[in-house]
């Protein structure tokens, strides 16, 4: 027994010993905290929370080995674990690549350099909003079925080679024309970029995220799926119901009504007036001075 208390008290004085502690180490360990903090997030949405579980119960069996001294044991383990990381970079690469994009986006850096004159910044213009809007309103009021990529910064061209290239004006017409029952190109999704229809009859990455409703069909798991790799709004709209749900950031909200679609739509937007060294949000009272 007194060899088992041994190994326990070897096991913390080696892992968990506590040395002398300094101001940088503080302000180490909080920016560490923040760190894992926000991580745990990310784990939390995406495939690797599943991960996460199991590398806690592998801790925990070498916790119990290392008690009792299972030295083969941790070998192995020890063994596996070193090629196990670089395994986990490969599995999780489109997460990865996920976060990071997530991080550049939200970096303001680089509004530093900006010394244009005062114009209007935006991804696309009022008009467009209303023609998507004014489409989204009425294939649903119709009951067909519709998927709908706005695109954003990242970019899409890897899903539009999916598709058939059209190169058009984003008009409520002609998207709704597109999602037709029976037409040539109602099948598939339709990317727009920026007051453009870039391309219909594109396919898009099913989610397998197991969190979803099973009742969900192949739309809205395509427009999951894309959120999750892509930084895109998606707009879905069910053929069997008519309702309009709405996909970001590997997060789909269903049942959306118009102001819900409206406000999304703005956010991707990101109109923004930029004037000498200043940048003001359009709608805010507040203005951003750049140092």
């Known amino acids: 027994m007194s060899a088992v208390f041994h190994n326990i008290y070897n096991f913390f004085d080696k892992y968990f010993s506590i040395p002398n502690i300094y101001i940088s180490d503080i302000v180490e360990i909080i920016i560490i905290t923040i760190a894992v903090y926000y991580i745990i997030l990310w784990f939390r949405k995406s495939r690797a929370w599943v991960l996460m579980k199991g590398l806690i119960l592998l801790f925990i069996f070498m916790f119990i080995a290392s008690v009792f001294h299972l030295t083969t044991v941790l070998w192995i383990m020890n063994k596996a674990l070193s090629v196990g ?3 986990m970079v490969i599995i ?7 976060a990071l ?14 010394f244009a004159g005062p ?30 990529v706005i695109q954003q910064d990242f970019d899409l061209i890897e899903f539009v080679e999916t598709g058939i290239r ?8 002609l998207l709704i024309n597109i999602f037709e029952k029976n037409t040539p190109l109602h099948d598939g999704a339709v990317i727009i970029d920026g007051d453009e229809i870039v391309a219909a009859t594109c ?51 269903r049942f959306v ?32 001075e750049e140092q």
Do not use: W
């Open 203 to 253: 396919y898009l990455p099913m989610s397998e995220n197991f969190s979803l409703s099973k009742e969900l069909g192949t739309r809205h798991r395509a427009a999951v799926g894309l959120s999750e790799i892509a930084d895109c709004l998606v707009i879905v709209v069910s053929e069997e119901t008519g309702t309009i749900s709405l996909a970001r950031d590997g997060e789909l909200t």
């Open 257 to 288: 009504d118009q102001p819900t679609i409206t406000s999304e739509l703005l956010k991707s937007q990101d109109k923004e007036m930029v004037k000498g060294s200043k940048i003001f949000k359009k709608g805010s009272d507040r203005d951003v």
């Open 119 to 148: 114009t209007y910044e935006e991804r696309f213009s009022d008009k467009t909003l209303d023609n998507i809007l004014t489409a989204t309103k009425e294939l649903a009021k119709t009951k067909t079925g519709a998927l709908i």
């Open 166 to 173: 059209l190169d058009a004006k984003v008009t409520s017409q």
């Open 92 to 98: 999780f690469q489109p997460e990865l690549r996920r």
């Open 101 to 114: 994009e997530a991080l550049g986006r939200r970096n303001k850096l680089f509004q530093v350099f900006r």
């Open 85 to 87: 990381i670089i395994a």
